[in-house]
């Protein structure tokens, strides 16, 4: 008996999702969907605000994302594939950080979804902005968005100098970020070298403490985090030998939103850090 409610409630779970299926075909107004903050910023970047059926919850919150501000007002969704198949979008932005399973359903019930993968590069964050502006019907937008982050990292191209400046990243846990990360590429496009990869740590990897004691970094990036909340994987933030290294260092603290979800505005974190170069250098150790 409870064997036959059970398919009850499956198939009447069924049913419902089959009534809320999208019946878009003939509606001329593009809709779009996003399932995680990352997408959110390329639909908030690139639709218009009409055009956005539903974002995920995380959008809005400035912890996170860079456009929040944008995102005020706008519909949200918690990755439901019956919340999205309510909003009707005709495209529906997800990838990774989305559950698959939501993906899937949308897919077989006859929306388009379209995966994205997380760029560690700026190349990356070219020919994704590229191609998600051209799904969107908006290419120009795309294109302009790209010219403008190929300014602005042209613009911090440095000569030769007799060394780069050696910058840390020592977050929660005594993580790092290594060779083929974002944060790699945002460390080398402010004129710094990373030194995880110095030392040949790839992706995020644990930063043994004496190690950066040993290498006496010149720019110390502390964490990747916006929050102070009291944690056990915080601690190690501070750890007197850490704070060693810090009085021998410049310190930075780059938002989270800045690197966390790679879009053009990345840039502004390799800004921020190319205007401590000069000042990394000056307190280095002669």
């Known amino acids: 008996m409870r064997h036959a409610r059970g ?31 990352c997408a959110d910023q390329l639909l908030l970047m690139l639709a218009d605000r009409e055009e956005i059926a539903s974002l995920s919850y995380h959008g809005a919150n400035p912890n996170f994302s860079y456009y929040w501000e944008r995102a005020q007002g706008l519909p949200v969704n918690r990755g439901q594939a019956e919340e999205l198949l309510a909003a009707e979008p005709t495209l529906v932005l997800g990838g990774a950080f989305s559950n698959p399973a939501t993906q899937h359903l949308l897919e077989h019930l006859g929306t388009t979804v379209l995966p994205l993968e997380v760029p560690s ?24 968005l790209v010219a403008e982050l190929d300014r602005r990292l042209a613009a911090l191209k440095f000569g030769a100098p007799e060394r780069r400046p050696l910058a840390a990243v020592y977050q929660e846990n005594g993580i790092t ?37 040993l290498h006496r970094p010149d720019l110390l990036i502390t964490s990747l985090e916006t929050t102070d909340a009291p944690s056990l994987a915080r601690q190690t933030l501070y750890h007197p030998a850490l704070r060693a290294v810090a009085r021998g260092a410049v310190q930075v603290t780059i938002p989270a939103p800045l690197w966390v979800c790679p879009g053009p505005y990345t840039v502004e974190a390799a800004e921020r850090l190319a205007r401590l170069r000069g000042p990394a250098v000056a307190e280095a150790p002669q």
């Not at 019946?23 to 593009?30: D, F, G, I, S, V």
């Not at 994704?128 to 908006?138: F, K, M, R, S």
């Open 7 to 37: 398919i009850g409630a499956r198939l009447a779970g069924a049913a419902l999702l089959l009534l809320l299926a999208p019946a878009h075909a003939a509606t001329a107004q593009p809709r779009f969907a996003s399932l995680n903050v």
């Open 121 to 144: 590069d700026f190349a990356g964050i070219r020919a994704q902005t590229l191609a998600v502006a051209e799904a969107l019907g908006h290419p120009e937008r795309g294109r302009a």
């Open 177 to 213: 970020a290594g060779r083929g990360t974002l944060v790699d590429a945002v460390i080398a496009a402010g004129g710094f070298e990373n030194l995880a990869s110095r030392i040949g740590l790839a992706s995020y990897a644990a930063l043994p403490l004496e190690t950066l004691v």
